[in-house]
């Protein structure tokens, strides 16, 4: 079994780990009824898509 034989440092540990970072999603707002919204999904307040109704909602029934 591989065992390292001299520890890493701090440095060498902290540069592995410098691409572990969470990225922050993607949103925008619904040109619709402008709600923030992720990147290609459809809005969950309107219901709608690349302008089209995708999802009945309350409002519009």
């Known amino acids: 079994m591989a065992v ?4 890493k440092s ?3 540990r902290d540069m592995r780990r410098s691409h572990d970072h969470i ?3 993607n949103v925008s707002s619904c040109p619709q009824c402008h709600e923030p919204v992720l990147s290609h999904q459809v809005c969950k ?3 709608t898509y690349r302008g089209k109704t995708i999802i009945e909602t309350k409002e519009e029934i």
Do not use: A
């Open 4 to 7: 390292p034989k001299k520890r």
């Open 10 to 12: 701090k440095s060498k």
């Open 23 to 25: 990225t922050m999603p």
């Open 45 to 47: 307040n309107c219901g």
